[in-house]
Protein backbone atom coordinates (compact mmCIF):
# COMPACT_ATOMS: atom_id res chain seq x y z
CA UNK A 1 0.00 0.00 0.00
CA UNK A 2 1.59 3.12 -1.33
CA UNK A 3 1.80 5.99 1.59
CA UNK A 4 3.17 9.37 1.96
CA UNK A 5 4.46 10.81 4.84
CA UNK A 6 5.29 15.22 5.20
CA UNK A 7 7.94 16.27 7.21
CA UNK A 8 9.51 19.76 7.88
CA UNK A 9 9.64 22.83 10.11
CA UNK A 10 5.76 23.58 11.43
CA UNK A 11 6.43 27.11 12.05
CA UNK A 12 8.58 29.47 9.73
CA UNK A 13 8.91 33.16 10.20
CA UNK A 14 7.18 35.86 7.79
CA UNK A 15 9.84 36.86 4.74
CA UNK A 16 11.48 33.04 4.97
CA UNK A 17 11.35 30.24 2.85
CA UNK A 18 8.63 27.39 3.46
CA UNK A 19 10.16 23.94 2.86
CA UNK A 20 8.92 20.67 2.96
CA UNK A 21 9.55 17.15 2.04
CA UNK A 22 7.21 14.04 0.90
CA UNK A 23 8.75 10.59 1.63
CA UNK A 24 6.99 8.00 -0.31
CA UNK A 25 6.97 4.40 0.66
CA UNK A 26 5.43 1.04 -0.57
CA UNK A 27 5.51 2.27 -4.49
CA UNK A 28 8.26 3.87 -6.47
CA UNK A 29 8.07 7.94 -7.50
CA UNK A 30 9.50 7.08 -10.73
CA UNK A 31 6.61 6.16 -13.24
CA UNK A 32 4.95 8.15 -15.79
CA UNK A 33 1.45 7.25 -14.96
CA UNK A 34 1.47 9.24 -11.69
CA UNK A 35 2.85 12.83 -10.94
CA UNK A 36 3.66 14.23 -7.40
CA UNK A 37 2.62 17.35 -6.02
CA UNK A 38 0.96 19.60 -3.02
CA UNK A 39 -2.04 20.65 -1.81
CA UNK A 40 -2.67 23.31 0.95
CA UNK A 41 -5.48 23.96 3.26
CA UNK A 42 -6.00 27.25 5.36
CA UNK A 43 -7.25 26.08 8.85
CA UNK A 44 -11.35 26.81 8.46
CA UNK A 45 -10.76 27.01 4.80
CA UNK A 46 -10.88 25.21 0.84
CA UNK A 47 -8.62 23.04 -1.04
CA UNK A 48 -6.00 25.15 -2.88
CA UNK A 49 -3.53 23.04 -5.03
CA UNK A 50 0.17 24.55 -5.56
CA UNK A 51 1.96 22.24 -7.96
CA UNK A 52 2.85 19.04 -9.41
CA UNK A 53 6.08 17.47 -10.65
CA UNK A 54 7.12 14.17 -13.48
CA UNK A 55 9.70 12.56 -11.84
CA UNK A 56 11.09 12.92 -15.39
CA UNK A 57 11.09 17.31 -14.27
CA UNK A 58 8.27 18.31 -16.19
CA UNK A 59 6.64 20.99 -13.27
CA UNK A 60 2.66 22.32 -13.81
CA UNK A 61 2.82 25.41 -10.93
CA UNK A 62 -0.57 27.05 -9.35
CA UNK A 63 -0.25 30.50 -11.58
CA UNK A 64 -0.77 32.35 -8.08
CA UNK A 65 2.16 30.81 -6.51
CA UNK A 66 4.35 30.17 -9.21
CA UNK A 67 6.95 33.16 -8.77
CA UNK A 68 7.64 31.56 -5.28
CA UNK A 69 6.94 27.76 -5.23
CA UNK A 70 9.73 25.20 -6.72
CA UNK A 71 8.67 21.76 -6.44
CA UNK A 72 11.92 19.12 -7.06
CA UNK A 73 11.92 15.25 -6.94
CA UNK A 74 14.98 13.29 -5.12
CA UNK A 75 14.04 9.99 -7.36
CA UNK A 76 17.20 8.06 -5.33
CA UNK A 77 15.41 9.01 -1.80
CA UNK A 78 12.27 8.14 -3.54
CA UNK A 79 11.25 11.98 -2.66
CA UNK A 80 9.88 14.95 -3.52
CA UNK A 81 9.96 18.60 -1.85
CA UNK A 82 8.14 21.80 -1.62
CA UNK A 83 9.92 25.25 -1.32
CA UNK A 84 7.71 28.62 -0.81
CA UNK A 85 9.60 31.71 -0.67
CA UNK A 86 9.20 34.68 1.00
CA UNK A 87 6.06 33.17 3.44
CA UNK A 88 3.27 35.40 4.79
CA UNK A 89 0.63 34.88 7.32
CA UNK A 90 -1.83 33.75 4.68
CA UNK A 91 0.51 30.97 3.78
CA UNK A 92 -0.10 29.37 7.50
CA UNK A 93 -1.98 26.30 6.42
CA UNK A 94 -2.18 22.34 6.47
CA UNK A 95 -0.23 21.14 3.64
CA UNK A 96 -0.48 17.78 1.95
CA UNK A 97 1.55 15.77 -0.61
CA UNK A 98 -0.51 14.02 -3.12
CA UNK A 99 -0.05 11.06 -5.74
CA UNK A 100 -2.14 12.48 -8.69
CA UNK A 101 -3.02 10.25 -11.70
CA UNK A 102 -2.64 10.92 -15.45
CA UNK A 103 -5.15 10.73 -18.00
CA UNK A 104 -3.99 10.90 -21.54
CA UNK A 105 -2.11 13.48 -22.36
CA UNK A 106 -3.24 15.57 -19.43
CA UNK A 107 -1.22 15.49 -16.23
CA UNK A 108 -4.32 15.82 -14.07
CA UNK A 109 -6.90 13.32 -13.64
CA UNK A 110 -7.37 12.77 -9.82
CA UNK A 111 -5.87 12.96 -6.54
CA UNK A 112 -5.78 9.33 -5.81
CA UNK A 113 -3.62 9.02 -2.40
CA UNK A 114 -2.64 12.04 -0.03
CA UNK A 115 0.05 12.61 3.04
CA UNK A 116 -1.58 12.75 6.09
CA UNK A 117 -0.60 16.35 6.44
CA UNK A 118 1.25 18.97 7.99
CA UNK A 119 0.51 22.37 9.34
CA UNK A 120 2.70 25.12 8.97
CA UNK A 121 2.36 28.11 10.82
CA UNK A 122 3.79 31.42 9.61
CA UNK A 123 4.64 33.65 12.45
CA UNK A 124 7.39 35.91 13.89
CA UNK B 1 -8.67 32.12 -12.30
CA UNK B 2 -11.12 31.79 -9.69
CA UNK B 3 -11.83 28.89 -7.61
CA UNK B 4 -14.87 27.19 -8.73
CA UNK B 5 -18.52 27.61 -6.86
CA UNK B 6 -19.62 25.39 -4.89
CA UNK B 7 -22.79 26.38 -2.11
CA UNK B 8 -21.78 26.69 0.94
CA UNK B 9 -24.04 23.91 3.22
CA UNK B 10 -26.61 21.93 2.17
CA UNK B 11 -28.36 19.46 4.82
CA UNK B 12 -30.49 16.58 4.45
CA UNK B 13 -32.53 14.20 6.99
CA UNK B 14 -31.16 10.81 6.96
CA UNK B 15 -32.88 8.57 3.81
CA UNK B 16 -33.22 11.53 2.06
CA UNK B 17 -31.25 12.43 -1.39
CA UNK B 18 -29.08 15.84 -1.55
CA UNK B 19 -27.29 17.01 -4.72
CA UNK B 20 -24.27 19.55 -4.50
CA UNK B 21 -23.15 21.66 -7.55
CA UNK B 22 -19.61 22.70 -8.55
CA UNK B 23 -20.02 25.47 -11.43
CA UNK B 24 -16.94 26.28 -13.98
CA UNK B 25 -16.52 28.04 -16.77
CA UNK B 26 -15.90 26.79 -20.68
CA UNK B 27 -11.93 26.78 -19.68
CA UNK B 28 -12.30 23.72 -17.12
CA UNK B 29 -15.45 22.23 -16.41
CA UNK B 30 -16.84 23.06 -19.75
CA UNK B 31 -14.17 21.64 -21.50
CA UNK B 32 -13.22 18.50 -19.73
CA UNK B 33 -14.74 15.17 -18.02
CA UNK B 34 -12.01 15.58 -15.66
CA UNK B 35 -14.08 16.47 -12.68
CA UNK B 36 -13.44 14.67 -8.80
CA UNK B 37 -14.94 15.28 -5.83
CA UNK B 38 -13.55 14.27 -2.45
CA UNK B 39 -14.88 13.96 1.25
CA UNK B 40 -13.27 15.35 4.25
CA UNK B 41 -14.68 14.57 7.58
CA UNK B 42 -13.43 16.71 10.42
CA UNK B 43 -9.68 16.22 11.23
CA UNK B 44 -9.45 13.93 8.40
CA UNK B 45 -7.62 13.90 4.80
CA UNK B 46 -9.82 14.09 2.40
CA UNK B 47 -11.08 11.29 0.14
CA UNK B 48 -12.06 10.58 -3.25
CA UNK B 49 -15.12 9.43 -3.97
CA UNK B 50 -15.71 10.72 -7.73
CA UNK B 51 -13.66 10.73 -10.69
CA UNK B 52 -13.89 11.50 -14.77
CA UNK B 53 -17.40 13.34 -13.94
CA UNK B 54 -19.06 9.56 -12.97
CA UNK B 55 -16.78 6.85 -11.90
CA UNK B 56 -16.50 5.62 -8.08
CA UNK B 57 -13.28 4.26 -6.72
CA UNK B 58 -13.46 0.84 -5.38
CA UNK B 59 -14.95 0.32 -2.18
CA UNK B 60 -17.05 4.05 -2.40
CA UNK B 61 -20.68 3.41 -2.15
CA UNK B 62 -23.34 3.06 -5.01
CA UNK B 63 -25.02 5.79 -2.75
CA UNK B 64 -22.93 8.28 -4.37
CA UNK B 65 -22.51 9.56 -8.03
CA UNK B 66 -21.66 12.14 -10.08
CA UNK B 67 -22.97 14.25 -13.47
CA UNK B 68 -22.07 17.06 -15.23
CA UNK B 69 -24.19 19.35 -17.64
CA UNK B 70 -22.25 22.05 -19.53
CA UNK B 71 -20.21 24.17 -17.08
CA UNK B 72 -22.17 22.85 -13.96
CA UNK B 73 -20.95 18.84 -12.60
CA UNK B 74 -23.12 17.76 -10.10
CA UNK B 75 -22.82 15.37 -6.54
CA UNK B 76 -25.99 13.43 -5.42
CA UNK B 77 -25.66 11.24 -2.14
CA UNK B 78 -28.94 9.06 -2.11
CA UNK B 79 -29.86 7.18 1.61
CA UNK B 80 -28.41 9.78 3.53
CA UNK B 81 -26.75 8.60 6.46
CA UNK B 82 -25.16 10.17 8.96
CA UNK B 83 -21.46 9.70 8.39
CA UNK B 84 -21.88 11.12 5.24
CA UNK B 85 -21.93 14.62 7.62
CA UNK B 86 -18.49 16.02 6.09
CA UNK B 87 -17.46 18.76 3.74
CA UNK B 88 -17.38 17.87 0.12
CA UNK B 89 -14.70 19.40 -2.65
CA UNK B 90 -15.22 19.47 -6.56
CA UNK B 91 -12.12 19.32 -8.51
CA UNK B 92 -11.28 20.50 -12.53
CA UNK B 93 -8.56 20.33 -14.53
CA UNK B 94 -8.65 24.08 -16.47
CA UNK B 95 -6.67 24.53 -18.87
CA UNK B 96 -3.47 26.27 -19.25
CA UNK B 97 -2.35 28.53 -17.00
CA UNK B 98 -4.50 27.47 -14.37
CA UNK B 99 -4.02 23.67 -14.55
CA UNK B 100 -6.13 22.57 -11.15
CA UNK B 101 -8.82 24.43 -9.19
CA UNK B 102 -11.01 22.95 -6.59
CA UNK B 103 -14.19 24.32 -5.48
CA UNK B 104 -14.67 26.42 -2.15
CA UNK B 105 -16.47 23.62 -0.29
CA UNK B 106 -19.50 22.22 1.18
CA UNK B 107 -20.28 21.20 4.14
CA UNK B 108 -23.37 18.26 4.30
CA UNK B 109 -25.11 18.25 7.39
CA UNK B 110 -27.55 15.57 8.14
CA UNK B 111 -29.98 16.93 10.31
Known amino acids: QLQLQESGPGLVKPSETLSLTCTVSGGSISTSSYNWGWIRQPPGKGLEWIGSMFYSGNSYYNPSLKSRVTIFIDTSKNQFSLKLTSVTAADTAVYYC????????????????WGQGTLVTVSS | QSALTQPASVSGSPGQSITISCTGTGSDVGSYNLVSWYQQSPGETPKLIIY???RRPSGVSDRFSGSKSDNTASLTISGLQADDEAHYYC???????????FGGGTKLTVL
Open chain 2, 91 to 101: CSYARSPTYVL
Open chain 2, 52 to 54: EVT
Open chain 1, 98 to 113: ARMIVAGGIFFDRVDR
